[in-house]
């Protein structure tokens, strides 16, 4: 997905991008750009090949400046893209590249520049990862203002969506306005009414920017694919811990006489384990991986989790043409992934063979009981005021006395540890 994002423009501040899954956060206006390839020379003086965009901001050219010297690292091994500053070298005068130096502020709005800014438009372009100085030696390089005047503003402080910079340092940019920055359009909720006119014009028509999401979803479907493959397994790869979770909830639902109701026995599995686990993976894999999810990446993940979660109902929803655009992206994909979910569940429950003293047969590992009590005792301190009620009365659990374990005293901190 990222390396899809990376093929077109994306914003810097509003985390819109021309190839996002996501109808809300897709770049519509028209940006010119062109594809830069190039080389990088570290701060070991060893080079590496690098692909670039000219509309990319000095922060996304760095980003993926770094990920290209450090290719196939963990997220966390790779240096802060202000751990160093990226020299573009072109003739005999190297130019330190800056987000913002001394562009002029219009209508209270300052550009972040790009490389189609400092005119680097061309293949081979060659550029040096170099330490950061605060002297004059390296800024003298740079037509634009020193670091020592934009360290302030070269902070993630300017990401937030129109977010106001109000200069408060000595020197020239003291006499400056407050403005806003902006990268490659204009947060949408601060344009005037004249603004909206002068960009009617260069906004995409609704067919271009439908082909555009279908052209995305197709890039992207082998991957998606995949993903319901991988979760949703053949019985052979299915852990015992599957099994064993989701007999369970059959033997409840017997229990409670809902065995006929294969739909609340399917609710349940879905809210066990595909919802409550695999929905979370999906949407933040940064707490599986060490990888950097950014937020363009994040709202492209949110289309691929609603269609998780359609394809784990049994409820049909019927789709009219008012239906959110991203509803209607994958309408054909949905039954189909339907059928691999209940498939999935069916080859569970006639799974035999499997063992049942797993949790306390891991090698090395066991059952830790005393942090699961105190999981439980977590959750029963939430619900201290409704647990006597159910613990009492005709409750099958009256003789197991829970109910006098619903007590302040017993559930505070101190007690429990």
């Known amino acids: 997905m990222k390396q899809t994002l990376d093929l077109g423009p994306q914003d810097e501040i509003t985390f819109e991008a021309k190839l996002s899954l996501n109808n809300e956060k897709m770049l519509r206006e028209t940006i010119e750009f062109k594809r830069i390839t ?17 509309c990319d901001s000095i922060k996304q050219v760095k980003r993926k400046v770094v990920e290209s010297v450090h290719r196939n690292k963990p997220a966390s091994q790779i240096p802060s893209i202000d751990s160093f500053d990226l020299m573009y070298i072109v003739g005999t005068t190297p130019v330190i590249l800056r987000d913002i130096d001394k562009a002029p502020i219009v209508d209270g709005w300052r550009k972040l520049n ?24 390296h800024s003298s390089m740079s037509p634009t203002i020193d670091r020592r005047k934009t360290s302030f503003l070269t902070t993630k402080k300017y990401r937030s969506k129109g ?23 204009k947060p949408s909720h601060h344009n005037s009414e004249t603004d909206a006119l002068l960009s009617s014009s260069t906004k995409m028509m609704s067919e271009v920017f439908l082909t555009r999401l279908l052209s995305t979803k197709g890039t992207l479907q082998p991957y998606v694919d995949d993903l319901f493959q991988n979760v949703f397994m053949s019985d052979d790869r299915v852990p015992p811990a599957i099994k064993y979770l989701f007999d369970f909830l059959e033997r409840q639902a017997v229990r409670h006489n809902l065995g006929q109701n294969q739909n609340y ?11 409550r686990f695999w929905m979370n993976i999906i ?4 707490f599986l991986l060490d990888i950097n999810q950014t937020p363009t990446i994040d709202s492209s993940l949110n289309i691929v989790c609603g269609v998780f979660m359609d394809s784990c109902s049994t409820s049909e929803k019927g789709l009219t043409k008012d239906a959110p655009i991203n509803k209607l992206l994958y309408a054909k994909d949905i039954p189909r992934y339907k059928a691999n979910v209940q498939v999935h569940y069916e080859q569970v429950r006639n799974m035999t063979g499997y063992r049942t003293d797993f949790l306390t047969n891991l090698p090395g590992v066991g059952l830790n009981t005393s942090v699961a009590v105190m999981e439980l005792y977590h959750i029963a301190e939430n619900y201290q005021k409704q647990l006597p009620f159910s613990f009492n009365g005709n409750s099958p659990l009256q003789n197991l006395k829970f109910a ?3 007590d302040p005293n017993i559930l505070s901190s101190h007690s429990i540890v």
């Open 38 to 54: 190039g080389t990088v020379r570290d701060l070991d003086k060893n080079e590496y090949p690098v692909i670039l965009l000219s």
């Open 114 to 137: 790009t490389l189609a800014d400092y005119k680097v438009v061309e293949c081979d372009a060659k550029f040096a990862m170099i330490p950061i100085s605060t002297d004059s030696e």
């Open 163 to 185: 977010n106001l910079i109000n200069t408060g340092l000595n020197g020239d940019l003291d006499k400056e306005e407050p403005h806003q920055l902006y990268h490659l359009v």
């Open 265 to 275: 026995i399917h609710t349940w599995k879905n809210n066990s384990l595909s919802l």
């Open 283 to 286: 949407k933040n894999p940064h």
């Open 404 to 406: 006098s374990l619903i």
